[in-house]
């Protein structure tokens, strides 16, 4: 890449700073997801109104994404992550907080709307150092926010096991990935605007390639979303579980999330894009089939976990997929980002709301038709099947990676 050795090696230091911001950025989401059934009770909300509720997080991520490149252009990279990953896990609070649903839903758009922020910033930062590498290394970096959620849903079941309130939880929760995450922050990339570089629109719209992209991405996301909040609720209001084994079962959907999106990297490299995500499909259909025929909670559990495994790349494909389509790819990923994330949002809200109306294993039947679409249009994210730069030596020569898959 013609960078020197004190370069490379800002850079190696930069890839472990960005990692760490994604498994605190995780860690905030796993720590809010498994005591979601606690914050339902204390705000004394029905699953309906709880649905209505969980409709906020999307609504300030939406308003508040695109503002993350503008504070990126005035403050810096570094400064602009570190401001707003603060204001991410101090965020945490705020839900558990709400004493009805008013409270909750404010709680909530404040929540979403630091989430989005921080979660733009810290995948351009991503997108950047594996720019730099000359390799994929977004998979991975999924794969440490699975970790993140991971590590934090199991301090969730923890909690929950013990009986313990979650504004005490959430509190040392929130207090030490604040810490974390301005540690990490310390060694990313601090990239600058330069001086006759003009601040990017609040608003654009993505190009039809990144629509195309999103529509797949948007299908994975949503069923992560539904996973990820409803999983619990899901445990014991239909299997009767206790709290602490539905709480476990959000902890082995982020687990299965997390082993896949490690492996994800060398996965693609072997089968392509294309392929990965069709087998992928098939597995979070398999999962979602399991979930909805469930008797028991072994059997439900197994569900998500297999739902996890299914959906765990299908995100960091798109962002590679997006990168490498049309004439501007930093808008390509905005706009995938954008459609993605949004899915996650909306997912839980769209679960209650249909399990108002029917019940959760009828909303969980539209989360495995979902499901399907993973296999059946996998092929927009051919561009994810880029060519690598291999450097072995003073020569450095491209290679088309799986030129044989053309689905």
Request: proline share 4%.
């Amino acid at each position: 890449m013609g960078t020197g050795g004190s370069g490379r090696r800002e850079v190696r230091r930069a890839r472990y700073a960005v990692a760490a911001v994604f498994a605190v950025h995780g860690a905030v989401t796993g720590s809010f997801a498994t005591r979601v059934p606690w914050i339902q009770e204390h705000a004394g909300v029905s699953a309906g109104q709880l649905g209505l509720a969980l409709a906020f997080p999307a609504l300030g991520a939406s308003l508040a994404m695109p503002l993350a490149g503008s504070v990126s252009h005035r403050f810096g990279a570094r400064t602009a992550l570190r401001g707003l990953l603060a204001l991410w896990t101090l965020a945490l609070l705020l839900p558990s907080l709400a004493p009805n649903l008013i409270t909750l839903c404010a709680a909530l758009f404040a929540f979403g709307a630091t989430a989005g922020m921080s979660d733009v910033a810290m995948n351009a930062l991503g997108v950047e150092v594996e720019n730099r590498l000359d390799k994929s290394i977004m998979s991975g970096l999924h794969g440490m926010w699975s970790l993140g959620a991971l590590l934090g849903s199991a301090a969730g079941t923890l909690a929950a096991h013990l009986g313990s309130d979650a504004r005490t939880h959430h509190a040392l929760a929130a207090a030490t990935l604040t810490v974390a995450g301005l540690v990490a922050c310390t060694w990313v990339l601090d990239l600058q605007p330069s001086e006759d570089e003009e601040a990017p629109p609040r608003f654009a719209l993505p190009p039809r390639s990144a629509l195309l992209i999103g529509a797949v991405g948007f299908c994975a996301v949503f069923a992560e979303g539904a996973s990820l909040d409803w999983s619990a609720v899901y445990l014991r209001d239909r299997m009767d579980a206790s709290a602490g084994l539905a709480a476990a079962c959000t902890t082995g959907f982020t687990l299965t999330m997390a082993v896949a999106r490690f492996a994800g990297d060398g996965v693609v490299d072997r089968f392509g894009a294309v392929r990965t995500v069709r087998f992928c499909g098939v597995l979070a259909t398999l999962g979602g089939l399991l979930i909805v025929l469930a008797d028991r909670p072994a059997l439900a559990m197994a569900g998500f976990a297999l739902m996890g495994l299914g959906i765990a790349v299908v995100v960091p494909l798109c962002f590679a997929a997006a990168g490498r389509s049309g004439s501007n790819p930093s808008l390509a990923i905005a706009g995938v980002a954008t459609i993605t994330y949004t899915s996650g949002l909306v997912a839980p809200s769209a679960i209650g709301t249909l399990a108002q109306a029917t019940s959760l294993m009828v909303s969980f039947c539209l989360v495995t038709a979902l499901t399907c679409g993973l296999t059946a249009f996998a092929s927009v994210l051919r561009a994810g099947d880029r060519e690598r730069t291999v450097t072995g030596g003073p020569a450095t020569e491209r290679i088309a990676a799986h030129q044989s898959d053309t689905g």
